[in-house]
Antibody, heavy 117, light 108 residues
């Protein structure tokens, strides 16, 4: 069965960076794009970007394009999302999600990133 | 960018009720409209893609419809497991993926 397992919760200070991993299993990793989506407390979901896992090509949301980097390791079947210059507004649960028909068919369990001084 | 507005924000219903959630887009969207369900502390679960395509394993009491700027998720005969928050989500080549603000279905 498809599984996306993310790395654990992080606490960061303002100005720092965070890198979250997403280990995929149960399917051929390079056959689907991998997306990153976040949900801040009381806010709607926000899409950060995606990577074509076969080529490594990436597309980012205009809102985050200056601060986010999405990478993947095909041998480890793992995707990564790094967000820089963190502020308190980046406190959120970050999800990886497999791309499918203009949406996301499987999601990771989420990684809570807390930004606090 | 396209804005997605769901109504209502909260809905109180009883087991067995028929429930309809509406999602309105600020611009005409094509076929890339999906619905997902989220329960507290859990990741979202995809219910419907491409407006009306029910995902494998999703009960047939869920259905999606609509076109243009107005779309609906209908739950026929609400079950105890259906009390959750529902989100619509669209995709377009220009701005990427956008979500509605969510509709919480509560027990009446």
């Amino acid at each position: 069965q498809v599984r996306l397992v993310q790395s654990g919760a992080e606490v960061k200070k303002p100005g720092a960076s965070v890198k979250v991993s997403c280990k995929a299993s149960g399917y051929t990793f390079t056959e689907n794009a991998m997306h990153w989506v976040r949900q801040a407390p009381g806010q709607r979901f926000e899409w950060l970007g995606w990577t074509f896992t076969d080529t490594g090509y990436t597309t980012y949301s205009r809102k985050f394009q200056d601060r986010v980097t999405i990478t993947r390791d095909t041998y480890a079947t793992t995707a990564y999302m790094e967000l820089t210059s963190l502020t308190s507004e980046d406190t959120a649960v970050y999800y990886c999600a497999r791309g499918y028909e203009g949406t996301f068919d499987f999601w990771g369990q989420g990684t809570l990133v807390t930004v606090s001084s | 960018d396209i804005q997605m507005t769901q109504s209502p924000s909260t809905l109180s219903a009883s087991v067995g009720d028929r429930v309809t959630i509406t999602c309105r887009a600020s611009q005409t969207i094509t076929k890339w409209l999906a619905w997902c369900q989220q329960k507290p502390g859990q990741a979202p679960r995809l219910l419907i893609s491409k407006i009306s395509s029910l995902q494998d394993g999703v009960p047939s009491r869920f259905s999606g419809s609509g076109s243009g700027t107005e779309f609906t998720l209908t739950i026929n005969s609400l079950q105890p497991d259906d009390f959750a928050t529902y989100y619509c989500q669209e995709y377009n080549d220009y701005s990427g993926y956008t979500f509605g603000q969510g509709t919480k279905v509560e027990i009446k």
